[in-house]
């Protein structure tokens, strides 16, 4: 069992608050992502709960026992770096087995360990290398190898894919997975980048200046943000937004440019900001005429940046189109699947509290 509650934690240096108190519930065996722009307190949380940062408020907990005090020998946890941290005179065997020998373990059994975890990672031909003969992605594997074959309760990574290269990390990744479905361990990991949060996570914990902003599955998060943070943070590209005015179901933008809410707006009056994702276009000859700024050609989809409401917005579409940067096209957004937020608070106005703004509930 690997159940790891967080409970109203908080962590400051001197007067500099940097996390200010949040409270996690992980499930044994969940795969959850803490995500957010650097400085926003994921890292410092990750260590928190190794024991190489100590708690200021609150309390964190492995199977209801509090860890608050105990050495990070004693969590039953695993770490992978973001540096691998390898010792460079050992070999790769050597590097999986040094913790397992602190241990006292016998050598019968760190050996039948090591077989076990260099066989699942692939790197059973490389047991006598050193850290040098190495690419990257090797590394990378054996400080997993030497995580997994403590078989702790809990796996945390930092940042762990980060020094590799673009394609390195897309095989890293499913590999990761593979193994979470093998090991079925409570992990929780640790990244900047929005594309392994989604790709990787049963939950993600998007943070932001120390406080959780929400929590939720990656495509929960992706169709129904809580905020303009967690909307411009999940996704990519970045979901647009476009501030203007909402009356009578009508949004009109700073240059004028006026969009149909329909019912999605009905029951919105005021300063808003419209939401909508780079997907949420199509081509229309009677769509809102804009001005083409630039265009990246990726292969299986066309992105597009236009001016729109005044303000600059990506658009993606499907086809492969002789579009050219100073030239004008004709756009329909899809006003079904956008988002409106309220503009002074950032906060997402969803449908039910569109309706309780309507019954006079809500101010």
Do not use: W
């Not at 081509?283 to 700024?293: M, T």
Request: glycine share 10%.
């Amino acid at each position: 069992m690997g159940a790891v509650t967080i409970r109203d934690v908080v962590k400051r240096y001197g007067q500099y608050e940097v996390l200010k108190g949040v409270s996690i519930d992980i499930a044994d065996g969940e795969f959850l992502v803490l995500v957010g722009p650097s400085g926003c307190g994921k890292s410092t949380l990750l260590r928190m709960i190794a024991g190489l940062e100590e708690i200021t408020d609150g309390t964190i907990a492995i199977d209801e026992e509090i860890i608050n005090d105990l050495a990070p020998k004693d969590r039953d946890i695993a770490m992978v770096f973001q540096s691998y941290a390898l010792y460079p005179h050992m070999t790769v065997a050597q590097n999986m087995e040094y913790a397992l020998r602190l241990k006292g373990m016998d050598r019968a059994e760190r050996e039948r360990r090591i077989e076990r975890v260099a066989e699942i990672l692939g790197l059973s031909n490389h047991l006598e290398r050193m850290p040098k003969q190495l690419s990257g992605g090797q590394r990378q594997r054996v400080a997993m190898g030497r995580a997994i074959v403590r078989d702790p309760k809990v796996y945390l990574f930092d940042e762990p894919l980060s020094n590799l290269d673009a394609k390195l990390r897309v095989q890293m990744r499913f590999e990761i997975k593979q193994n979470h479905a093998r090991l079925n361990t409570t992990t929780v990991y640790v990244t900047h980048d929005q594309v392994e949060a989604m790709t990787m996570a049963d939950r993600i914990v998007v943070m932001n200046d120390g406080r959780i902003e929400q929590i939720g599955t990656p495509l929960d998060l992706y169709d129904n943000p809580a905020n303009i943070f967690v909307a411009g943070f999940i996704g990519s590209p970045a979901m647009n937004m476009i501030e203007g005015e909402a009356k009578d179901g009508v949004f009109t933008a700073g240059d004028g440019t006026r969009m149909q809410l329909g019912s999605v707006g009905e029951t919105v009056a005021g300063r808003v900001v419209l939401g909508l994702r780079p997907e949420a276009f199509a081509l229309d000859p009677d769509g809102i005429p804009v001005d083409v700024l630039g265009v990246e050609p990726t292969g299986a989809e066309t992105q597009v940046l236009v001016r729109l409401g005044g303000q600059e917005t990506v658009v993606v579409l499907r086809d492969r189109l002789a579009i050219r940067p100073g030239t004008r096209i004709a756009l329909r957004p899809e006003i079904s699947a956008c988002h409106i937020f309220n503009a002074e608070s950032g906060e997402r106005i969803s449908p039910d509290r569109m309706a309780l703004i309507q019954e006079g509930n809500l101010a």
